[in-house]
Nanobody
Framework: QVHLVESGGGLVRPGGSLRLSCAPSGFTFSSYTSSYTVSWFRQDPGKGRELVASIASAGDYISYADSVKDRCTISRDNTRNTVYLQMNNLKPEDTGMYYC???????????????WGQGTQVTVSS
């Protein structure tokens, strides 16, 4: 079954760091034919999902939300078929469920596909 798997969340004190990972199951983020942009979203209870960071298939385009700029780094290792979100100097307001999303195509001209993971919880608290 095709899906995304996130990991790396946890409880951390303010000022701490975490590295989240997102890996696909059943497809490849980036290959000779496939091309997927991957993003991380954060969701607080009762609120919508907020875009945190995105990285294009070749890693040549990266964007961040203003709230995490200078504290987070999104990267991808296409040899490991994994996207990472390194979060440093974490603040209580970074608390939330973090979801990975991938959208793209398995081959040029193919149908666009859109996948979400189940989320990984990040809690920043003293």
């Amino acid at each position: 079954q095709v899906h995304l798997v996130e990991s790396g969340g946890g409880l951390v004190r303010p000022g701490g760091s975490l590295r989240l990972s997102c890996a696909p199951s059943g497809f490849t983020f980036s290959s000779y034919t496939s091309s997927y942009t991957v993003s991380w979203f954060r969701q607080d209870p009762g609120k919508g999902r907020e875009l945190v960071a995105s990285i294009a298939s070749a890693g040549d385009y990266i964007s961040y939300a203003d709230s995490v700029k200078d504290r987070c780094t999104i990267s991808r290792d296409n040899t490991r078929n994994t996207v990472y979100l390194q979060m440093n100097n974490l603040k209580p307001e970074d608390t939330g469920m973090y979801y990975c999303k991938a959208w793209g195509t398995d081959y040029e001209g193919g149908p666009e596909k859109n996948y979400w993971g189940q989320g990984t919880q990040v809690t920043v608290s003293s």
